[in-house]
């Protein structure tokens, strides 16, 4: 009995991500995956999502830069720390 294999739809609901980063990590060969019928439509098992998911976070993390802090003043004139990581959103710098 053969596994069932998912379209880019199904994979990407899987996973938990957009059909685009399932065409992007298929692309540049990190998600193992086939391409079927006159369409050449891709596809893939089960198992491959999950050796790819168990790949660890470093595959991960190698596809998104660490967020640039900045400096920015506001209205009452004290610097704060901004970055684009959610949890650690605005810090206040206390100067010296």
């Keep these: 009995m053969s596994e069932k294999l998912l379209n880019t739809s199904e994979a990407a609901l899987f996973l938990r991500?957009?059909?685009?980063?399932?065409?992007?990590?298929?692309d540049a060969g990190q998600l193992p995956g086939r391409r079927v019928g006159g369409r050449r439509e891709?596809?893939?098992?089960?198992?491959?999502l999950v050796r790819f998911l168990?790949?660890?976070e470093s595959t991960i993390q190698a596809d998104h830069k660490e967020p640039r802090a900045q400096s920015i003043w506001v209205a009452s004139g004290s610097p704060f720390q901004?970055?684009?990581r959610p949890s650690t959103a605005v810090t206040q710098v206390r100067s010296g």
């Design 17 to 26: 991500v957009s059909e685009a980063s399932i065409r992007r990590w298929s």
């Design 42 to 48: 891709r596809r893939f098992s089960e198992s491959d």
């Design 54 to 56: 168990n790949r660890g």
């Design 82 to 84: 901004v970055t684009s």
